[in-house]
């Protein structure tokens, strides 16, 4: 599933470190799939105001009634369904007077949700990224700030804010006012995920690799020692070209740089010494045969599908990986992850501090006419209960505190340990709009595949982003 998002800056370390010490062992994140829809699911009544929920039972309430619809993001032949489907009959067995009509769009909901809403359907809770969502559905979203404090499903004696990650709940509130809005909480976030190279453990003992790479240099040995078991150290896909660049630019440089870059009117930034630089170290990679020759016609999934059977050593990807491919990799492939390593002669911004995460997100209609069923099941949903079941039936990475990670991601933790700024999708790379998608991603793939010198990587670009932004 491909999430590509502008993410709030986020500074917040002790935040972060927060999330990894109560989180526990990591686990991943969500799949992707064709879209459908399920038949409608009737739910049961819950408790809004109640002050009783334990982690063993949900809180118990009546007087709740009406119908409440739900349109979610995933398919219903997802593992992601399942789970929903689970706590909505959790939720209907405690609020029989609600009726709940479910309804699984899959990714079509991105194009879907807004004629919906704008027509006055009855849409009152919906899934989204929350920075595309807000972006997009502003006049549509209901300010969330008071019911957050209600009592959470499962996190005795936690309202529904304090049982989240602190870092991914104030992610989501920094994205209200960058859409516009008031400032305050218009999503819930849930299933995280963050952008990590993920590996083969197998491939790497194998090697004789005993760390992951944390620096360029360290990076490079990896691929030389990959390439001697006669594996592709490197693959990505189209779908995924744009991280590959913008990791070692936001790596080098940081996100603001980056975007700045891919916005400079006169060209010139393009011939700043850190490009020619990436462009040397990208025609090394290639001409050391460290990138699969598949590179260049890839198209998704081929290339993660020739990480999950053994073919390749590592893959820049979201921490929905593990679960995309699970059929092909089999439950005993062994996963590992870790940051796009820190390149030399940068100015600071980047490294390790810099980490591209965020989640999917429940968003309520502000014109629903039943909030407080509306939010009651949005409880349930988020409650500890379906967050665990996330993580052990779709690899997803929790929303909640004190729930344990999936063993494939158990090495993202240390990502989120590291991170200090909450970069966005390709660290900016993708921020030049047409310019990015129609000359920086396929002049980088010339590169990539051997078609250009550093030095005339250089010449064209720069004089490709003069023309572009010249009219």
Request: proline residues 6%.
């Amino acid at each position: 599933m491909n999430n590509r998002r502008k993410l709030g800056t986020l500074a917040l370390l002790s935040l972060i470190l927060t999330v990894v010490l109560l989180a526990g062992c990591s686990k991943s994140a969500a799949p992707s799939a064709s879209p459908s829809e399920s038949p409608s699911a009737t739910a049961t009544p819950s408790a809004s105001e109640s002050a009783t929920a334990s982690a063993s039972e949900s809180p118990s309430a009546s007087g709740l009634e009406g119908k409440v619809v739900f349109w979610s993001m995933w398919s219903n032949t997802e593992p992601q369904a399942k789970v929903i489907e689970a706590a909505i009959a959790e939720f209907k067995a405690n609020n029989p007077a609600v009726e709940v009509e479910l309804k699984f769009n899959g990714r079509d909901i991105n194009k879907l949700i807004k004629p919906a809403l704008e027509s006055g359907q009855q849409i009152d809770i919906f899934e989204q990224d929350p920075g595309a969502a807000l972006a997009n559905l502003k006049d549509h979203v209901l300010k969330l700030d008071d019911l957050l404090q209600q009592p959470s499903v499962g996190s005795d004696g936690k309202s529904v804010k304090d049982s989240l990650i602190p870092s991914l709940i104030e992610w989501v509130k920094t994205l209200s006012t960058e859409a516009g809005l008031e400032e305050g909480y218009y999503a819930i976030p849930q299933q995280p995920y963050a952008v990590l190279f993920f590996y083969n453990k197998a491939l790497f003992e194998k090697a004789g690799i005993t760390a992951v790479p944390t620096s360029w240099e360290e990076f490079l040995a990896a691929c030389e020692a990959l390439k001697q078991i006669g594996a592709d150290p490197i693959t990505f896909d189209d779908a995924y070209r744009d991280l590959f660049i913008g990791g070692y630019f936001g790596s080098a440089m940081g996100s603001d740089w980056t975007d700045s870059l891919v916005k400079d009117k006169t060209g010139e930034m393009w011939k700043d010494p850190i490009v020619k630089q990436f462009a040397s170290d990208m025609q090394q990679l290639q001409e050391k045969g460290y990138l699969s020759k598949k590179i260049a016609g890839n198209k998704y999934p081929a290339g993660q599908q020739d990480l999950a059977l053994g073919k390749a050593g590592m893959y820049l990807n979201g921490t929905w990986l593990p679960n995309e491919v699970a059929a092909t990799a089999g439950p005993d492939f062994r996963w590992g992850s870790f940051q796009f390593p820190t390149v030399s002669n940068g100015n600071g911004e980047g490294g390790l501090q810099g980490l591209t995460f965020g989640a999917q997100g429940l968003l309520m209609n502000k014109n629903s006419k039943n909030v407080p069923a509306a939010f009651e099941l949005v409880k349930y949903l988020v409650g500890k209960k379906a967050q665990q079941e996330m993580a052990d039936q779709a690899l997803a990475i929790p929303a909640t505190l004190d729930t344990e990670w999936p063993a494939p991601l158990a090495e993202a933790a240390t990502a989120f340990g590291n991170a200090k700024v909450n970069m966005p999708w390709g660290n900016g790379i993708d921020n030049g709009g047409d310019f990015s998608t129609g000359t920086v991603i396929p002049v980088f793939m010339e590169l990539a595949t051997g078609k250009l010198s550093p030095d005339a990587y250089v010449d064209k670009m720069s004089a490709a982003a003069k023309k572009f932004y010249g009219g």
